[in-house]
């Protein structure tokens, strides 16, 4: 290979510079939740052309309000995604396409092909997954259509609404002890756990593996630990009924009912159930997994797979809320126009493998910084 230095840089050889690929778009953007629209809001603020595909399956669909996302707290999620889109829309430069992608492939080296069900298909250079995680609950009777609405997983989400309640814990007992540092004392004292018969030696030894000491604690707190069999949850009162909106208090009410044919009676639910990926599109991809998510440990958000980005609760940030979506769309759309912009700037004197600097590098650098030496490393290890 006769790679000359400027050219090395971006990791593409003089010889091997095939014409840019002819795309009908520069992105394809899979997902409209907030880290897919926060991905198209920085392209189009530089005037990519986007393809936003969004199937309507929000995680937080679910819940009533969106929490502890600044400027936008205490906001209905439809409405946010709604005020995005109109912002994005602005531009002329995303085009929203509310279907389902059915396949999402590389077509030919540095073109990936997006297909909805009709069979029509898009292609752009490049792909950011914002395809998002799906919250696996038990078949128990009762808990899905109260999930987000009194049943809660995340205390900065929804513990606010439900403080001073008394709060049932609902999963495995060593998963418990999270939830009583999160809550305990702060937003709740009241805690019981449910343990659902899951108090085995097992689950004993990993919550003495988090604190020896746990049984103390949860003496100390006065915190329960009921371990018989659930056999469904009920609603008693609904926080949308019976609500203090001036301090943003809401009253629901549940009444756990065990196979033993006791029951007992809590303002809320918080759970800790496991999550899996909302679309097989990353696994179709082929891009690298780790612990469930896609692997994104690469600098700027890279997957394994070349000119494909994994952003939102989907990628191994492993923080899953809407600022991190957020944070993490803007971050990729930032990598990905400079990936597109040096790919393009590679093209110039590509003609001739004498040059030895490739015009306008100095200032480019200068301008992208560390971006620039990413997208180095990135190419490399690609
Ligand atoms: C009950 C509940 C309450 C929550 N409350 C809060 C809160 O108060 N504050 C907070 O910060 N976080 C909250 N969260 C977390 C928040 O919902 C997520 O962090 C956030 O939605 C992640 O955004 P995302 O863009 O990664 O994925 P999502 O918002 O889940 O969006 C995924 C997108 O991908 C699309 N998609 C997937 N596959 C395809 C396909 N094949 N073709 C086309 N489109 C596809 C979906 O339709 C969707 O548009 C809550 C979560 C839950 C479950
Ligand atoms: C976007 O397109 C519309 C319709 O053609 C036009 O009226 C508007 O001025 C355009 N906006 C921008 C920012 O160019
Ligand atoms: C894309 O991949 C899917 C699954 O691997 C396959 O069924 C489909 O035929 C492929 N489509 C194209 C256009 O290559
Ligand atoms: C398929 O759906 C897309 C998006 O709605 C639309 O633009 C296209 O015309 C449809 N194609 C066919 C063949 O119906
Ligand atoms: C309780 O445990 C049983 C048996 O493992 C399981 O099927 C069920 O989904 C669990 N219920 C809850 C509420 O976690
Ligand atoms: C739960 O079981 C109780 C007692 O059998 C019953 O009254 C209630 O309707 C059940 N709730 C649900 C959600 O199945
Ligand atoms: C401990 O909790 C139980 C119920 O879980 C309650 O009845 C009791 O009053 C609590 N005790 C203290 C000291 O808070
Ligand atoms: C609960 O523990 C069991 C056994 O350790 C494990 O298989 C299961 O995945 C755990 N569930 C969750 C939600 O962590
Ligand atoms: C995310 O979790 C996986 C294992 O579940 C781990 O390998 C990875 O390092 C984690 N990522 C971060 C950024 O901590
Ligand atoms: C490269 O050379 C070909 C043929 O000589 C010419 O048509 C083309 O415009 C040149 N491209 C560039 C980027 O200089």
């Not at 020896?212 to 056999?231: E, G, H, L, Q, R």
């Not at 159930?273 to 780790?290: C, E, H, K």
């Not at 126009?337 to 590098?361: D, F, K, W």
């Amino acid at each position: 290979m006769h790679c000359l230095s400027a050219l090395v840089l971006f990791g593409i050889c003089a010889t091997t510079l095939a014409q840019l690929s002819n795309t009908q778009y520069d992105v394809i953007v899979i997902g409209g939740g907030p880290s897919g629209l926060s991905a198209a809001s920085g392209l189009s603020r530089v005037l990519r052309k986007v393809a936003l595909f969004d199937s309507g399956e929000y995680r937080n669909n679910p819940t009533r309000h969106m929490h502890d996302v600044i400027g936008s707290d205490h906001v209905v999620p439809a409405e946010f995604r709604a005020a995005a889109r109109s912002q994005i829309a602005f531009y002329n430069t995303t085009t929203f396409i509310d279907k389902t992608v059915v396949s999402l492939n590389a077509t030919a080296p540095g073109v990936f092909t997006a297909t909805i069900a009709n069979g029509s298909s898009y292609s752009a250079r490049k792909v950011i997954l914002g395809s998002g995680m799906k919250d696996d609950l038990p078949p128990v009777p009762g808990l899905r259509e109260a999930f987000g609405k009194g049943v809660y997983w995340c205390p900065w989400c929804d513990g606010f609404e439900h403080r001073d309640q008394t709060i049932g814990v609902l999963g495995n007992l060593s998963d418990a002890y999270d939830s009583v540092r999160e809550l305990h004392p702060t937003l709740n004292k009241d805690i019981r756990i449910f343990a659902n018969g899951t108090n085995s030696p097992a689950q004993l030894s990993r919550i003495a593996g988090k604190n020896p000491k746990w049984s103390a604690v949860f003496s100390t707190y006065n915190i329960t630990v009921n371990n018989n069999a659930i056999m469904n949850i009920t609603r008693v009162q609904s926080g949308e009924d019976v609500h203090d909106q001036a301090v943003r208090k809401e009253f629901d009410k549940f009444r756990v009912y065990f196979t033993d044919g006791s029951n007992d009676e809590v303002g809320a639910f918080m759970c800790n159930y496991g999550t899996s990926q909302a679309s097989r599109l990353p696994d179709q991809l082929g891009v690298r997994m780790i612990g469930g998510k896609i692997d994104t440990t690469a600098p700027g958000l890279r997957t394994t797979v070349k000119g494909v980005w994994g952003v939102g609760d989907a990628n191994s940030d492993n923080s899953t809320n809407v600022p991190h979506a957020m944070g993490s769309g803007k971050k990729a759309a930032v990598y990905c126009h400079v990936e597109l912009a040096s790919e393009e700037l590679a093209q110039i004197g590509s003609n001739s493998t004498r040059r030895t600097a490739v015009p306008g590098m100095d200032h480019v650098e200068r301008e992208m910084g560390r971006a620039v030496e990413d997208i180095y490393h990135g190419l490399r290890m690609a």
